[in-house]
């Protein structure tokens, strides 16, 4: 079947789903694989649960006769040229915005200020994969003003692959960091893919850019783009400085050398926000939305999932960024609890994953960097920081620090958790 023709039946569908157990009635159910599962097996059942058609790519699967079934080379490749279709016949204006660090929060943050004039559609959670993608995109309406997608990568040529998709009109890189350097090689394979949100704007032409000047790895990656630059210098398109991180970032921005000054009251934690809300703030204003608008927005975001979270409980108060952790953003959250006014202070980090041949290397730094912000009370958690030259308390996993936590629970601190979302720190919470 041509796509021409899918589109159509998917035009008289409700959505599309990859999940047997959540079929709407009449939506399309895509058969996904992966390496402990084939979506085939359940075509038949994604049908009896309310999925008008299921699209499969195995014929064995396919009953003789059932019009229902629609027989492919490849699913995931159709769901991605059906959402790439979709995108082109809706002509929606995208944002597509990648990083290593901040890229989840900096979309929120830009969908908060933009949804403030414009009707938006933007990724939910962290879709942000060769699957996630073109559902987002299949999620976009003729009323939609502008998309936000989102695009992760881990490998070389991952984000070039998404942009095919996608086809951004408008491109964000929040920053290159030691991310994923199992995946990417090196920290050079992590700029070069990064990059390609930029290469495909080049080529495609008439696009905008919007970058952190004060990075100057993002600088020597934009020539030949029209870049809409923010940071901390004067002068720029949005310029901004931290004002207040106590425990929540404050700072304040204008528009240029001649711009009012704003102070927004974020409910951040870290320092290491400030480019983030800057990013908001300067596509918020590109796009024409109000600066009080603007302000208004950020000051009511509150962060979700285990990122830059603050929670008291009844014992101590916590900063919770345990979704995930590489060294670029251990050393950011690290430092930054070093500045934050605050007594007591306690630290629980748990191993970084996926770093490869620099793994231990990286980690000896983190340790290294502990013992010179002279941290005194702080626990680690996995072999690869248990492995480290150090003097710290050492936990296999999480199970093993909340043994310890049951025996000696922390009163009275504040508590900086950080680690990979693998090693499960999220877990020992309860305990604090």
């Given at each position: 079947?041509?796509?021409?023709?899918?589109y159509?039946?998917?035009?008289?569908?409700?959505?599309?789903?990859?999940?047997?157990?959540?079929?709407?009635?009449?939506?399309?159910?895509i058969?996904l694989?992966g390496d402990?599962?084939?979506?085939?097996?359940?075509?038949a059942?994604?049908?009896?649960?309310?999925?008008?058609?299921?699209?499969?790519?195995?014929?064995?699967?396919?009953?003789?006769?059932?019009?229902?079934?629609?027989?492919?080379?490849?699913?995931?490749?159709?769901?991605?040229?059906?959402?790439?279709?979709?995108?082109?016949?809706?002509?929606t204006?995208?944002?597509?915005?990648?990083?290593?660090?901040?890229?989840?929060?900096?979309?929120?943050?830009?969908?908060?200020?933009l949804?403030?004039?414009?009707?938006?559609?933007?990724?939910?959670?962290?879709?942000?994969?060769?699957?996630?993608?073109?559902?987002?995109?299949?999620?976009?309406?003729?009323?939609?003003?502008?998309?936000?997608?989102e695009?992760?990568?881990?490998?070389?040529?991952?984000?070039?692959?998404?942009?095919?998709?996608?086809?951004?009109?408008?491109?964000?890189?929040?920053?290159?960091?030691?991310?994923?350097?199992?995946?990417?090689?090196?920290?050079?394979?992590?700029?070069?893919?990064?990059?390609?949100?930029?290469?495909?704007?080049?080529?495609?032409?008439?696009?905008?850019?919007?970058?952190?000047?004060?990075n100057?790895?993002?600088?020597?990656?934009?020539?030949?783009?029209?870049?809409?630059?923010?940071?901390?210098?004067?002068?720029?398109?949005?310029?901004?400085?931290?004002?207040?991180?106590?425990?929540?970032?404050?700072?304040?921005?204008?528009?240029?050398?001649?711009?009012?000054?704003?102070?927004?009251?974020?409910?951040?934690?870290?320092?290491?926000?400030?480019?983030n809300?800057?990013?908001?703030?300067?596509?918020?204003?590109?796009?024409?939305?109000?600066?009080e608008?603007?302000?208004?927005?950020?000051?009511?975001?509150?962060?979700?999932?285990?990122?830059?979270?603050?929670?008291?409980?009844?014992?101590?108060?916590?900063?919770?960024?345990?979704?995930?952790?590489n060294?670029?953003?251990?050393?950011?959250?690290?430092?930054?609890?070093h500045?934050?006014?605050?007594?007591q202070?306690?630290?629980?980090?748990?191993?970084?994953?996926?770093?490869?041949?620099?793994?231990?290397?990286?980690?000896?730094?983190?340790?290294?960097?502990?013992?010179?912000?002279?941290?005194?009370?702080?626990?680690?958690?996995?072999?690869?920081?248990?492995?480290?030259?150090?003097?710290?308390?050492?936990?296999?996993?999480?199970?093993?620090?909340?043994?310890?936590?049951?025996?000696?629970?922390?009163?009275?601190?504040?508590i900086l958790?950080?680690?990979?979302?693998?090693?499960?720190?999220?877990?020992?919470?309860?305990?604090?």
């Amino acid at each position: 079947m041509d796509i021409t023709a899918l589109y159509q039946i998917f035009l008289g569908c409700t959505g599309v789903t990859t999940d047997s157990r959540n079929c709407p009635k009449g939506s399309l159910f895509i058969a996904l694989k992966g390496d402990n599962f084939n979506g085939n097996a359940f075509a038949a059942k994604a049908l009896e649960a309310g999925s008008a058609y299921a699209i499969v790519d195995e014929a064995d699967y396919v009953p003789a006769g059932d019009t229902h079934y629609i027989l492919v080379d490849n699913s995931l490749r159709t769901l991605q040229q059906l959402a790439n279709y979709h995108r082109r016949r809706l002509g929606t204006r995208i944002i597509g915005i990648t990083g290593t660090n901040g890229k989840t929060t900096t979309k929120e943050l830009i969908s908060a200020v933009l949804s403030r004039k414009y009707n938006i559609l933007y990724t939910q959670g962290n879709l942000n994969n060769p699957i996630g993608v073109p559902l987002t995109l299949l999620r976009l309406q003729a009323e939609h003003d502008l998309g936000i997608v989102e695009m992760g990568a881990s490998h070389p040529g991952d984000i070039k692959e998404l942009v095919e998709i996608a086809e951004p009109d408008y491109g964000i890189i929040t920053n290159v960091g030691k991310g994923h350097l199992e995946g990417f090689g090196s920290f050079e394979g992590v700029i070069r893919t990064k990059g390609e949100l930029y290469d495909y704007l080049r080529q495609k032409g008439d696009s905008t850019i919007f970058i952190h000047q004060d990075n100057p790895y993002l600088t020597k990656l934009a020539w030949g783009l029209n870049p809409i630059s923010y940071g901390e210098q004067d002068g720029l398109y949005v310029n901004g400085h931290v004002t207040g991180n106590s425990p929540y970032l404050i700072f304040e921005w204008k528009s240029g050398k001649e711009g009012s000054l704003h102070e927004v009251h974020t409910r951040l934690i870290g320092e290491y926000n400030l480019s983030n809300a800057l990013a908001a703030v300067t596509i918020g204003c590109f796009f024409g939305v109000e600066p009080e608008k603007i302000d208004q927005a950020l000051n009511e975001y509150e962060p979700r999932n285990n990122r830059s979270q603050l929670k008291k409980t009844a014992d101590n108060t916590l900063i919770i960024d345990a979704y995930n952790a590489n060294p670029t953003s251990m050393l950011a959250s690290i430092s930054n609890f070093h500045n934050m006014q605050a007594g007591q202070k306690m630290l629980i980090l748990g191993d970084m994953r996926e770093l490869g041949k620099d793994s231990s290397e990286e980690h000896q730094k983190i340790v290294d960097y502990l013992e010179k912000c002279d941290f005194k009370d702080v626990a680690l958690v996995g072999e690869l920081f248990a492995a480290t030259r150090h003097n710290y308390s050492t936990y296999p996993d999480a199970p093993a620090l909340i043994a310890e936590l049951q025996k000696n629970k922390p009163c009275g601190k504040t508590i900086l958790i950080k680690g990979s979302n693998g090693i499960k720190l999220n877990t020992v919470v309860d305990y604090l």
